[in-house]
């Protein structure tokens, strides 16, 4: 038994229920928009004060990188380089577990001194596509501990685990 007589009825239905549904969450969405707005708009104006717009600026970047810090931050950033450096490493690995001869494996299995440049040099290059400075001395020296640490792991796979 269908619900609607014709298609005419159908649409109707859908219009009226479409309209109320506007209706109800125009009011929500209208309001955080007009919030938005007004929040823009005093941002601007107080960014643009002479005497107050220097102490302004300073202030929001404060908050705001604090803000970011303890949303994101440092753990969010360390999981990131961490994955990076451990793919950087289980690729070395794997492309050294191919046959001599096999495609994509340029030369024989190294010493872990080799996988661990190779693995840094393809840390590098992740660290950089994903926006990371591979030349900051911090996330450098963080990169190579996880290398070391991941290469050792590999090469000395745990007896009990």
């Given at each position: 038994q269908p619900r609607h007589g014709?298609?005419?009825?159908l649409a109707a239905a859908f219009t009226g229920a479409f309209r109320r549904d506007l209706s109800s969450s125009f009011l929500t969405v209208a309001t955080?928009?007009?919030?938005?707005?007004l929040l823009l708009v005093l941002h601007?104006?107080?960014?643009?004060?002479?005497?107050?717009?220097k102490k302004?600026?300073?202030?929001?970047?404060?908050?705001?990188?604090?803000?970011i810090h303890d949303v994101k931050g440092r753990d969010f950033a360390y999981d990131v380089i961490r994955?990076?450096?451990?793919?950087?490493?289980?690729?070395?690995?794997q492309s050294s577990r191919r046959p001599p001869g096999a495609?994509?494996?340029p030369e024989p299995p190294g010493q872990p001194e080799i996988k661990k440049s190779?693995?840094?040099?393809?840390?590098?290059?992740?660290?950089?596509?994903?926006?990371?400075?591979?030349?900051?001395?911090?996330?450098?020296r963080m990169v190579s501990d996880l290398v070391e640490e991941?290469?050792?792991?590999l090469n000395h796979p745990d007896p009990a685990g």
């Open positions: 014709s298609w005419r009825d955080y928009a007009a919030s938005a707005l601007f104006i107080l960014s643009r004060i002479p005497w107050l717009g302004y600026q300073r202030w929001f970047t404060l908050i705001w990188t604090r803000l994955d990076l450096a451990r793919t950087a490493a289980v690729s070395v690995e495609a994509g494996s190779r693995a840094m040099a393809i840390a590098r290059d992740l660290l950089a596509f994903r926006g990371f400075d591979p030349d900051d001395p911090e996330t450098e991941t290469v050792y792991r």
